[in-house]
């Protein structure tokens, strides 16, 4: 008995992720067709048996499944829609990096051409996508997830995280903010001992276990923020807010720019001065919205 055929699926865009998307949609067996505004690009993945068209309307046409991964939002609507009228019927899959706003006004006009919409967000670079690391977020229509959800496992684990359209987009950022927010801690660090000419590569092996082991208590300060209970007997504002002037100070003697670091202590000495004192660290989420009148959901 002959195996059921996997759904066709069009990938538009074939930059580095973009293609690589493709390529795994081949390797999990599925028909697949492409399109890039480049069309030089589509050559590689011909030869792994890839479809290639010259215009994104054949590549609409082609699959049920349109997954899309471009530069920006600009660029995804620029593509799609000039194609108006050609989506009823189709999933579209967004997996281009964007915000929650973007992502729920280009729901809503996928709704409007009667297309089914998923947004996405890729938490891998490209060379791991299909392995064991890789993973999407996924938000929109449950049921279109659930209809596609075979068919993402081939770009790696699939974690769906809600029927707004936003939520996708607003969970990959916030992983995003804490990556970012990291490496900036580590090449700050990796600055200041470069200034006594302490090899980074040296101290990366005290500074490697070291924030490893701070960020295991991020599941504490997250059931702090939820709870809105930020007492500690750990590590108060008030001490955090003494000690903080030291990094500063440190960073103008050392001949280290502070303009990441001065911040944090505009927020402790608010913290501070709006009651705080002996808080823990989880306070600050509170304190870094910009529209303090409202709380946090519960």
Not at 56 to 76: G, K, R, W
Not at 216 to 224: I, S
Request: aromatic residues 8%; hydrophobic residues 50%.
């Amino acid at each position: 008995m002959s195996a059921t055929p996997k759904p066709a699926v069009s990938v538009i865009g074939l930059g580095m992720m973009g293609t690589a998307l493709a390529v795994a949609f081949l390797g999990a067996g599925h028909p697949v067709t492409v399109w890039n505004r480049s069309p030089a690009k589509t050559g590689p993945l011909a030869a792994q048996g890839a479809l290639p068209v010259d215009t994104a309307a054949e590549a609409v046409a082609a699959s049920p499944l349109v997954v899309v991964c471009l530069s920006t939002y600009d660029t995804v609507r620029a593509v799609l829609e000039p194609l108006s009228g050609r989506f009823t019927g189709k999933t579209l899959a967004n997996l281009t990096n964007g915000t929650p706003e973007q992502a729920r006004s280009l729901a809503a006009w996928a709704a409007k051409e009667g297309a089914g919409y998923l947004d996405g967000g890729i938490m891998a670079v490209p060379q791991m996508i299909a392995g064991p690391h890789a993973y999407a977020l996924y938000s929109g229509p449950r049921e279109v997830f659930d209809a596609h959800r075979e068919t993402f496992a081939a770009l790696g684990g699939t974690k769906y995280v809600g029927e707004d359209p936003g939520l996708a987009a607003l969970y990959d950022l916030a992983l995003l903010t804490g990556m970012y927010g990291m490496i900036m801690g580590v090449m700050q660090a990796y600055a200041l001992v470069r200034t006594e000419a302490i090899a980074a590569t040296e101290f990366s092996e005290l500074l490697v276990p070291w924030v490893g082991a701070m960020l295991g208590a991020a599941p504490a300060w997250a059931a702090a923020i939820d709870s809105g209970k930020h007492l500690t007997d750990v590590s108060s504002l008030a001490v955090n807010q003494e000690a903080f002037p030291n990094l500063l100070n440190t960073f103008a003697a050392q001949g280290v720019s502070g303009e990441l670091f001065a911040p944090v202590q505009d927020l402790l000495d608010r913290a501070i001065a709006e009651g705080h004192a002996a808080d823990g660290l989880s306070r600050l989420a509170d304190l870094l919205r910009t529209r303090p009148g409202q709380p946090f959901p519960v």
